[in-house]
C-alpha cells in the first residue's frame, strides 16, 4: 500500500511539473548599467557550444535569433557587440538601454532541442541628464532621471512591487538622498523612474551623484552623474 501511495504521489509531481512548465533549470535576472559589459549566462549548456542558439525577446515582440548553432547572426544591428563565450555565455559589449529584456539560451541535437529553455532577463539601469555639458553652469538647474528598464511580462511597477527592488538616489559620501533634502528635489513618477533636480553651486564641479538599484536591500548596480561645469 505504501509502494502505491509513493507511485501516487511521484505521478502527482511529474504532472504538475509538466502543467506549470517546471523545467529545473531557474531563471536569472542580470542588472547591469548602461555603457558596461555584461555576460548572460547559460545555464544548459552542453559540452559543445555548437549546439547553443540564443534568442531575445522584449515588450512582447517575435523571437530574434542572436546566436545560431554556436555561429552569431551577422544580420542584427548589434552583432558588432555580441559574442559567444567558452561557456555558451552570451556577452554584450558597451550595453545600451535598448538592450533589456529576456534572454533564451537553448541546445539543439540534430535539429532536436535538448531540455528547456534558460531564460536570462537583463535589468539596463540608465541616467540621462536635462542637460548637455555645455549648459551646466553654477546657478544652472539640472534634472537627472535614472531609470531601470525591464521586460518580466508584466508591467515595471508591478514586478519590482513584488521583488522589493528600489531606485535611489545617493551623494559621495554614500548617503541616501530624501524629499527632506532641502537643495534637492528627489520624485519617483514610477516605481522604476527616480528624479534629481538641483539648482548647481560653485563647489558641485565634479561633484557625484549615483543612482542605485537594490534587490531586497541589496544593491545590484550603480550609475554615477559626476558634474563637468562649463
Known amino acids: ?9 511521484l505521478g502527482l509531481i511529474i504532472l504538475s511539473s509538466l ?7 531557474d531563471d536569472a535576472h542580470v542588472f547591469i548599467s548602461s555603457g558596461e559589459n555584461v ?9 559543445d557550444c555548437k549546439s547553443t542558439t540564443w534568442n531575445y525577446y522584449k515588450n512582447r515582440s517575435a523571437a530574434v535569433e542572436l546566436i545560431n548553432l554556436g555561429i552569431k547572426k551577422k544580420d542584427i544591428e548589434r552583432h558588432e557587440r555580441l559574442s559567444l563565450g567558452s561557456d555558451c555565455s552570451l556577452n554584450i559589449k558597451n550595453v545600451i538601454k535598448e538592450d533589456y529584456g529576456l534572454y533564451t539560451c537553448q541546445q539543439y541535437v540534430n535539429d532536436k532541442q535538448q531540455g528547456a529553455d534558460a531564460r536570462v532577463y537583463l535589468h539596463v539601469l540608465h541616467v540621462s541628464s536635462s542637460s548637455s555639458q555645455t549648459e551646466i553652469s553654477a546657478g544652472s538647474s539640472v534634472t537627472l532621471s535614472c531609470q531601470l528598464y525591464s521586460y518580466t511580462g508584466v508591467s515595471c511597477d508591478d514586478w519590482i512591487r513584488s521583488e522589493g527592488i528600489q531606485l535611489f538616489w545617493v551623494n559621495q559620501a554614500g548617503v541616501k538622498l530624501t524629499i527632506s533634502d532641502t537643495r534637492y528635489q528627489i520624485s519617483a513618477p514610477g516605481l522604476c523612474i527616480i528624479t ?35
Open 196 to 230: 534629481l533636480t538641483t539648482t548647481l553651486l560653485n563647489e558641485d564641479d565634479n561633484r557625484e551623484w549615483r543612482c542605485e538599484v537594490t534587490h531586497r536591500n541589496q544593491v545590484k548596480t550603480s550609475v554615477t552623474y559626476t558634474v563637468k561645469s562649463s
Open 19 to 25: 502543467l506549470t512548465g517546471t523545467s529545473g533549470v
Open 1 to 9: 500500500m505504501a509502494d502505491k501511495c509513493h507511485l501516487c504521489l
Open 39 to 47: 555576460r548572460l549566462p547559460c545555464n544548459n549548456d552542453l559540452h
